[in-house]
């Protein structure tokens, strides 16, 4: 267990690296197409781009967050963070970590 620990250590700065770098590809498929308005079924427009960022087991991850808006209704929404299960108001971990460490926390 204590060698697992030093690899761990070792190479978390590769590993947050290459997670950020698939968080960043997943944005750009998901917030590539506009989604549909939940409140009144009309195709929603594109609003403005935050970046937003949370913990995770390597590190912090950082990225902007595309929000959507429906003009007529009014209802706004983050698909990348929906796809990751981070909505607002969230106080969880992205990806938990195996060892039980609990806690986290984001910015949007």
Not at 29 to 57: K, T
Not at 74 to 97: A, I, K, V
Request: hydrophobic share 35%; net charge neutral; with cysteine.
């Amino acid at each position: 267990m204590e060698l697992e620990r030093e690899v761990e250590q070792q190479y978390r700065s590769q590993m947050l690296w290459a997670l950020q770098e698939k968080v960043e590809q997943e944005a750009v498929l998901i917030e590539s197409q506009a989604p549909e308005c939940r409140g009144c079924g009309r195709a929603m427009s594109y609003h403005d781009r935050r970046p937003v960022s949370w913990w995770a087991r390597f590190g912090k991850l950082k990225v902007g967050a595309v929000r959507f808006r429906c003009t007529p209704c009014g209802y706004e929404c983050r698909p990348l963070l929906d796809h990751f299960g981070r909505g607002s108001g969230t106080n969880q971990w992205m990806l938990g970590p195996a060892d039980g460490v609990a806690g986290g926390h984001h910015t949007v």
